[in-house]
């Protein structure tokens, strides 16, 4: 019901502030199992594709927004919970599992699930290498794949901004793409593939140059800095 109260008030609010342009909502089946992939280009990503969405989307969001105290705390707690995130730690290894263990429950209970094959933002506009756990979710749960296009997002909240600023944006939701042909979850090479395949619907739809590499966040010593540089020079 909190879902559908929020869908209700926020999603007009969102047409009104975003003035988004939608594309192939016809795409997104209306039932079943839904694994939604998208670009990622800003904080508020999710909430303006879960807004738009033709039906209820989950996703994942810090574990902060959920156990803030006081009216503020309440405030984001109950605005969060209505739109479809679920609470979840950031970190790599277990945490990352943890979080793919959430995205598969939704699918497995016929929910859509949203997540950002990247990984984290991508501050410089460029798409970056999908990481496989796009490929685990879909291959696993066997849910429909619906890539989608993000444009204009990282001007409603550009990277670094506190503010919510007014700005055109476009959400494109292209058509399933078929990663069961790529084989089983357990394999790394067909995960590698299906990946791949899902992130060049992406970038067929959003134009973006590729990056042809990860996106880290920003190091946050200076050896982190120089591990970096030593791994990219063994790339080479």
Not at 6 to 22: D, E, H, Q
Not at 161 to 182: H, L, N
Request: without cysteine.
């Amino acid at each position: 019901m909190l879902k559908f109260l929020a869908r209700a008030f926020f999603a007009p609010v969102a047409r009104l502030v975003f003035r988004p342009r939608i594309l192939g909502k016809e795409n997104v089946p209306r039932r079943g199992a839904v694994l939604i992939a998208s670009n990622h280009l800003s904080f508020i990503d999710s909430v303006v594709t879960t807004l738009v969405a033709p039906r209820s989307i989950s996703f994942l969001a810090k574990s902060e927004y959920f156990t803030g105290r006081g009216l503020k705390g309440w405030i984001s707690r109950a605005f969060f919970e209505g739109i479809g995130a679920i609470p979840v730690e950031r970190g790599a290894g277990l945490a990352a599992q943890e979080a793919l263990n959430s995205g598969l429950a939704v699918l497995d209970a016929g929910g859509a699930f949203a997540i950002y094959p990247e990984g984290t933002r991508s501050r410089d506009g460029r798409l970056y290498r999908g990481r496989t756990g796009v490929a685990w979710l879909a291959l696993t749960s066997a849910a429909t794949v619906i890539p989608v296009a993000l444009t204009g997002t990282q001007n409603l909240q550009p990277v670094g901004s506190k503010g919510i600023r007014i700005a055109r944006v476009t959400v494109e939701f292209g058509a399933p793409v078929d990663v069961s042909r790529r084989g089983a979850a357990d394999s790394g090479k067909a995960r590698r593939n299906a990946t791949d395949d899902i992130m060049e619907a992406i970038q067929r739809m959003s134009g973006q140059e590729f990056a042809g590499e990860y996106n880290e966040p920003p190091p946050a010593t200076v050896g982190e800095r120089v591990r970096r540089v030593f791994r990219r020079r063994g790339r080479h």
